[in-house]
């Protein structure tokens, strides 16, 4: 078994050897293996844990630190090629010690041997999220829209703190989202894949005008999928049919933009949310699993 290091910092060819054992490990296990936080992260650089075997990393692990709502959560991957000779282990039991704390580990596509990983060092089963698809090209209902409010794209350099707002109303008890800063905005601002133009805000034109009371944030994936990447409705306006309007509008920008499927990700314990996926055409596709310590009686 390799020895785990703790990095500081990546640097440019640790990133890139990082960078080709997640692909090795998405083809070999039909998920990927990282978060897009994490893969942010890494080739930002971050800090982060790896075993190395014969100069080339073979497995990696990164933290995020508890906060004050939040216990502290990773995520860890080890190369097809080096599996089933004690690094994951050795990877997880490093999370734990630089936890310091209670530690919640995601684990992409729910498979048995990250369940048996977990199992083994006293880590329970505690969230699941599911994947939904439906194909691109089904049809969809017109979108309607209540009256009083318009839906408009997002404009870069005017509405960052205007939707930072929202997203932490909409997400106020989801800290993972509702903490979301001006830095992670930008990330993603910069990523290759953002495009305004599917990134749709719902204002109101008559009480409050201009105020933002919901959005829709559509992805394309490098694989031509299209994603329903976040939709968040303010409370204020609960009640107006904004989630449903805001979900049909980037599906049929989606659909229009020639994407094969659409993906989603929603919480198993967010039923309501799963029953408008459903109406719509989605189906689960896959599951992330949570582990973490076993919630108190």
Do not use: C
Not at 193 to 205: I, M, Q
């Amino acid at each position: 078994m390799g020895e785990v290091q703790a990095l500081a910092k990546l640097d440019e060819p640790e990133i890139a050897q990082v960078v080709a054992l997640v692909d090795a490990a998405a083809r070999a296990d039909g998920v990927g293996p990282l978060s897009e936080h994490s893969l942010l992260a890494l080739r930002g650089g971050g800090p982060g844990f790896t075993v190395s075997d014969g100069g080339s990393v073979v497995a990696y692990a990164r933290l995020d630190p508890a906060t004050d709502d939040e216990s502290a959560s990773g995520e860890l991957v080890v190369h097809p090629g080096h599996r089933r000779r004690g690094h994951g282990r050795a990877l997880l039991r490093a999370l734990l010690r630089e936890a310091g704390g209670p530690l919640r580990v995601w684990a992409h596509g729910d498979l048995p041997a990250a369940a048996k990983l977990a199992s083994s060092e006293g880590l329970d089963r505690v969230r699941a999220l599911f994947q939904m698809r439906r194909p691109a090209a089904e049809p969809l209902p017109p979108v309607q829209i209540a009256d009083g409010v318009r839906v408009r794209p997002f404009e870069v350099g005017r509405d960052e703190q205007a939707w930072l707002e929202v997203n932490a109303r909409a997400f106020a008890d989801h800290p993972e989202q509702g903490a979301w800063t001006i830095d992670d905005l930008r990330g993603r601002e910069a990523e290759d894949w953002f495009d305004p133009e599917g990134f749709f805000l719902a204002e109101r034109t008559t009480v409050e005008p201009g105020r933002l009371v919901g959005f829709h944030w559509t992805k394309i994936h490098p694989d031509g999928l299209g994603e329903v990447y976040v939709v968040g409705v303010d409370p204020s306006a609960q009640g107006l049919g904004l989630g449903r309007t805001l979900t049909l509008t980037g599906l049929h920008h989606l659909r229009d933009r020639g994407v094969p499927q659409i993906l989603l990700y929603v919480d198993e314990s967010n039923t309501s949310a799963a029953r408008l996926y459903e109406s719509l055409g989605f189906t689960r596709h896959a599951v992330d699993v949570m582990y973490g310590p076993a919630p108190r009686p």
